[in-house]
């Protein structure tokens, strides 16, 4: 069923300005955002990126076969080229087998944060350049805009704060934002599917998926245990489960089934309170656990730190996001040397997690951000 | 925008003269060819008449032209059906290492249920050697497997000396033809071979309907059953309007075999020096001589395929590169990996392959073109090594 929009198969020459690389997933959002653009009089090529192995059909799980499916009908109801790029040897390199690594040093990774920082934007970059595209788009809840008095670009939180998926883009430079769209990120997910349902495509009431791509039954800890190297599956032999005095408490099967401030699967009964996992030592191959008060921290600190804004000359009052489904809470950035940084709560918050990235927000700006390292 | 296509391998468009003889077989000439009355005979009359002009294309008897829904069914039931029919001799099959996938999945499979295959390495320009294949012979090898001309880079086995060593141990030697049919000569006899693969929709005929040709005396299990039809080999309702079509388009093919190769030579040349002359950092992939008259790999480095192949389809030129998966994507080469070349020059290539339709001012255009994508892929690529 064609829409209502222009279609635009005649506009393929090269050189064009509004040329736009834009990524479907199959899902609704980057449709109805490929959408907005042909709208616009943008021309859209249209491409999915395969990134896990096994792109037998499975629910939940992002990118299968038959999400390209979904995907190719998209393209197709909007007149638009589409094309599948093979990233699987990069993705494995850069996100599979980090993800992987990660884990096993008592961290826990995002892996969804490895693939935009280290994947995703620069491999549709490289295709944008190759196919003379002047920008690339996606269906993330975000949104980008410019400022003149300062010449930068900013990047913002989606309208839809429930879908708000900035935390994940922290790492966007500004050369990348300058030419990056995020066409649904003025829209909360309740326009996004009216639209999507008014332009006739199939996908507006697809369910989205929940569970990290690559690992679509959600047992993360299997898919790890099975692509272990010999020497890796040392590290994940079973160990101590202990508390903050050093006290055995319990055993475990592999510190990769653990993550701070995790409460179930610990397996330890009879005892007077609660007991959390506060830290992970891999080389030791021990869990620490606590009561919740001890799992409370004052900051954190953080490397590898981007920013978006810039860079503050000592430090800048923040709220920050220590995970993507936790709000963000009142600290003090304080800025060291070597891409690091201090993060002091103006309160105590529980669960500081290595491994994850922890991003500064000013208002619904993104200052930055950095991948914590340990608690302080 | 002119659209030009350069991927005749992938396949081919339907001549005029099959869509013709084609279409009485769809409402007029309707019946089922094992029905005993008058609809059956007219056509079972079609179906016979292509099977003798399948035969004359190959030099064979009619009676050992089986009809199947392509070549790659074609090719399964020449491995499966040789493996299942001669068990009690033994289970070891030869073949090589750039071999269409219809080939090499297959006996992937069979060996899970317990055959034992050697996939012979092939040298630079993708042959394979007498010595290695005489090397590999054991006593329980009952099927070697060795395509006539590469579909990737177009190289052409000595598929004449190879049959010698082969069947003068009593070993069966299956050729898939698919790629060389309509641009070399195929004669049974002269190639020495017992079975052989072909697909319709690489000579201009349609697609879903190959065949494969059976020496008589060769024992050959079934993978279909359910029916009497082509001598209890491969049951199923014919395709009769199809097998139509590939009959006429084999004889057309045989037919016009010296001058196709000639326009297809001339043509492949004419794109090869375009590219040479207008785009530095190019390796023919391509064996320079004993390969297909049509086919032209070549390497572009610093850039991937999967970047050129896009920058030219968006300027309306069809070309291929590596295969596709079930995804959609491309995956790299294996017949260039077998070559030597690493994975990254593996995705570095295009594959050009020319065909009837193909014209002069069509080569010039992707010469003209060609250029400029290659340049911004190439900087593309560069830019992001930061």
Redesign the interface.
Known sequence: MKTTVTPNS?L?T?NSPRRVLAALSGGVDSAVAAALLVEAGYEV?AI?M?LAGN?EGHDGGCCS?DD?QDA?RVAEQLDI?Y????LK?AFRNKVIDVFTTEYLRGRTPNPCLLCNRDLKF?LL????????AHSVATGHYARVSYDETDDRYRLLRAVDQRKDQSYFLFTLSQAQLARTLFPVGHLTKDEVREKARALGLRVAEKPESQDICFVPDGNYARFIEQRLTAAQRVQVAAGEIVDQDGQVLGSHDGVHRFTVGQRRGLGLGGLAEPQYVTTIDAERGRVTVGAKSQLMTRGLTANTVSWVEEMPAQEVNATVKIRYRHPAIPSRIVVQAGGRAEVWFQESYPAVTPGQAAVFYDGERVLGGGWIEKAL | MQSINLDYNATTPLRAEVLEAILPYFQLHFGNPSSVHWAGRQAKHGVEEAREQIAAFLHCRPAEVLFTSGGTESNNLALAGVLNATRRKGNHVITTAIEHSSILEPLEALAKEGATVTTLPVSHEGRVSADDLMAALRPETVLVSISLANHEIGTIQPIAALSRIVREREICFHVDAVQAAGKLPLDVNSLGVDLLSLSAHKISGPKGVGALYVRKGTALAPLLHGGSQEREKRAGTENVAAVVGFGVAATLAAQELEAHAAHCCSLTSMLYEGIVQNVPGTVLNSPPQQRLPNTLNIGFSDATGEGLMMGLDLAGIAVSTGSACAAGSLEPSHVLLALGRNTEEAKSALRFSVGKETTEQEIDRVVEVLPQVVERVRKATMKSEK
């Open positions: 005649e393929r090269p090529i999915s395969l792109a076969i390209f190719r080229p094309y599948v790029l093979n040897d620069d970059w490289q295709r944008a350049r190759e196919l003379d």
